[in-house]
Nanobody, 123 residues
Framework: VQLQASGGGLVQAGGSLKLSCAAS????????MGWFRRAPGKEREFVAA????????SYADSVKGRFTITRDRAKSTSYLQMSSLKPEDTAVYYC?????????????????WGQGTQVTVSS
């Protein structure tokens, strides 16, 4: 399974971006999907996850209320709508497909990873 993340870019603080993650195989429609990020000099950080059918979502406290994760199972694609962006949201964002139908913040729950897309928020 290959994952292609897109939608990153440069945005001013307070702005919005929508990231997309397309999986190459429809079998990923039965797996949870998630987003992580890595800021310069920092460790990988969980951002959000969504269950196989979209019925369950989870978020890092730092993005709760500002980011929304969704998915389109027919397209094997997940989305991360980011609003009220802050400079501290600047990072490379990675999408991933989980090993099972549900997942959370533990990166070992994820099997396939995308190449990452850069998000830069200017102050």
């Amino acid at each position: 399974v290959q994952l292609q993340a897109s939608g990153g870019g440069l945005v001013q603080a307070g702005g919005s971006l929508k990231l997309s993650c397309a999986a190459s195989r429809r079998t990923s429609a039965n797996n949870a999907m998630g987003w992580f990020r890595r800021a310069p000099g920092k460790e990988r950080e969980f951002v959000a996850a969504i269950s196989w059918n979209g019925g369950g979502t989870s978020y890092a406290d730092s993005v709760k209320g500002r980011f929304t994760i969704t998915r389109d199972r027919a397209k094997s694609t997940s989305y991360l709508q980011m609003s009220s962006l802050k400079p501290e949201d600047t990072a490379v964002y990675y999408c991933a497909t989980a090993r099972g139908a549900h997942s959370g913040s533990d990166y070992t729950q994820y099997r396939y990873w995308g190449q990452g897309t850069q998000v830069t928020v200017s102050s």
